[in-house]
């Protein structure tokens, strides 16, 4: 069985209009990826490619269908595990970080259920990780868009999640930029092994990070 399997799923937004028709957001929608395997989902606004993410993170209920990670159903009709129970990390577009938090403390935070000294080593460890352990104890607005990337991709590495969720990581960086940090994204995911759903617009972002790339919505369709 694959590490992350979707079958037959179908998602709306709940119409605010009575008797209205459903519109579906995803129909008949299948997804397999495999423990280890860094798969890009191509595909233009409205697709659906962010609603995937929030649904696999568990911040969507879906009305039909199953999702499971690691043989563990997480989504369906009848059950909906929360997001803190489903080990999925996600680095959103805007990456997230708290502005009042140093880049040491944005990746220390979801580690508060280790004890002190592990969390301490986890966080020194991801700071290597990602080539950010000079800069430990600046902010957010102290560091440059590229590093604030990889302060997000370190935080959500942090607790070893299952499956790790990117939703347009590079929209907010120049072109310019774009070459190194698809590089370090790249490496930095490689050397943690981590299963990955990255979602673009973007084809030379997801032709530079993963093993292989699907399109919505044909390719995804029974």
């Known amino acids: ?11 709306a937004y709940p119409n605010k209009n009575a ?22 989902i191509a595909g233009p606004s409205g697709q ?7 649904i696999i993170a568990g911040f969507e209920k879906i009305q039909r269908g199953i999702v499971r990670l690691d043989g563990r159903v997480i989504s369906s009709a009848e059950v909906n595990v929360t997001p803190e129970e489903r080990q999925v990390g996600m680095v959103f577009q805007d990456y997230g970080l708290f502005p009042h938090m140093t880049v040491a403390g944005n990746i220390a ?65 120049d072109s310019e930029l774009k070459t190194g940090i698809r590089s370090e994204m790249k490496e930095i995911l490689a050397n943690t092994r ?6 673009s617009h973007d084809q030379n972002d997801l032709e530079a990070v993963c093993d292989r790339i699907r399109v919505m919505p044909c390719d995804f369709l029974s």
Not at 21 to 37: D, Y
Not at 48 to 54: C, D, Q
Not at 194 to 199: K, N, P, S
Request: neutral net charge; contains cysteine.
């Open 194 to 199: 981590a299963t990955c759903l990255f979602v």
């Open 109 to 173: 935070y979801g580690l508060h259920r280790l004890p002190r000294e592990a969390r301490r080593q986890r966080v020194l460890a991801m700071l290597e990780l990602v080539r950010m352990a000079e800069l430990a104890e600046r902010y957010p607005y102290e560091i440059s868009g590229g590093q604030q990337q990889r302060v997000a991709l370190a935080r959500s590495l942090a607790p070893e999640p299952k499956v790790l969720l990117l939703d347009e990581p590079f929209s907010n960086l």
């Open 48 to 54: 659906g490619k962010s609603t995937l993410l929030r």
């Open 1 to 11: 069985m694959p590490f992350l399997d979707i079958e037959n799923l179908f998602f």
């Open 19 to 40: 008797g209205k028709t459903t519109s579906w957001i995803l129909e008949n929608f299948n997804l397999s990826v495999e423990h280890g395997e860094i798969l890009g």
